[in-house]
């Protein structure tokens, strides 16, 4: 990522990936973000088909994990990942992944909003983050530890952080 000076570079392309990317679950983390509640469960189940379903399973759990939100094939998902939740929540069902519909997406997205308790970034909060982030600075200059806390500041206030404009669509946090 970098600043408006071309040559000053805030993250690096890991930590880019790493806020950006899609998570990358080990087996611990894959059974607790995508431990559903009984309401999570009900938001994943009314989707219209399996893919729908496992679509929002995987939103729901990336999420969590990360506050943002993922465009991506179910093709590209890992298999483990896909099979976790088919042992979990669709036992002896057949999985064929198929294309989620746009619009089901942006559904999905504002049911995991309301979920959460979450609201989109707005450029009516970038004065707030401004703000916050020139009394950072007064306390350390280091561009890591201000864009910690600025993320911070987010999850406490419940915005989804701006995407990644460079970002390409497949793991682009939406």
Known sequence: MRALDKNLTIVSETEKAALYGLPDFDDFQRAEYFALTAEELAVAQQWEGLSGKIACVLQIGYFKAK??????????????????????????????????????????????????????????????????????????????????????????????????ARTPKKNTGH
Do not use: C, N
């Open 67 to 164: 506050q943002a939100f993922f465009q991506f094939q179910l093709a590209q998902i890992p298999a483990e990942e896909i099979d976790f939740l088919m042992r979990r929540y669709f036992p002896g069902e057949a999985f064929r992944p198929r294309p989620v519909r746009k619009e089901e997406y942006y559904a999905q997205r504002k049911e995991i909003l309301r979920l959460f308790g979450y609201r989109f970034w707005s450029r009516t909060f970038l004065p707030r983050l401004q703000a916050h982030a020139a009394e950072l600075t007064r306390r350390d200059v280091t561009p890591a530890f201000i864009l910690t806390e600025l993320i911070a500041l987010l999850r406490q206030e419940k915005i989804v952080r701006p995407s990644s």
